[in-house]
């Protein structure tokens, strides 16, 4: 029932907005245990989403989230992705997560992650939950903020 409540409440939202979409579909990510609503949208209203470093679709999936929220009571951590730009970003973060990982375990030292957004920082600590045996730490502020990954003790 979600996921027929989540197709049909985002195509509202686009036809509202006058942006055909050609495409929805759910996809489950158990790696960081969140749902994404992937859109296929094609011609110019592509655009309005990749400008501005997407910060239209961040802002249209935190409005959308909130509105399944108060309106279905649905709570899911979801994302709204157009046209895989998102799903791609994230899959590239989860492999960075596996190296760090693999250094860890290998190593046996910690390892620190260059500089990563917020948005990183979430899908990495997500993601290191399913290794028990290591633990993330984020440190800093701003951009020094950084996070490290290591073997618990």
């Known amino acids: 029932m979600n996921q027929e409540i989540l197709t049909t409440e985002i195509q509202k939202y686009m036809d509202a907005l006058g942006i055909h979409t050609k495409d929805i579909k759910l996809i489950q990510d158990n790696d960081i245990h969140i749902t994404i609503l992937s859109l296929i949208i094609r011609g110019n209203d592509i655009e309005l989403f ?29 994302i709204i992705d157009v046209n895989g730009i998102q799903e791609k970003h994230i899959n590239f973060t989860k492999e960075k997560a ?56």
Request: proline share 2%.
């Open 50 to 78: 990749t400008d501005n470093h997407q910060e239209l679709l961040r802002d249209l999936g935190l409005v959308f989230k909130l509105h399944i929220k108060n309106t279905f009571n649905i709570h899911k951590d979801l």
């Open 98 to 153: 596996q190296i760090a990982v693999d250094r860890v375990l290998f190593f046996d030292k910690p390892y620190e992650f260059g500089y990563l957004n917020a948005y990183e920082r979430m899908i990495i600590h997500s993601y290191l939950k399913k290794y028990p045996e290591l633990h993330s730490i984020s440190e800093g502020v701003g951009k020094d903020r950084r996070l490290r990954l290591e073997k618990r003790t």
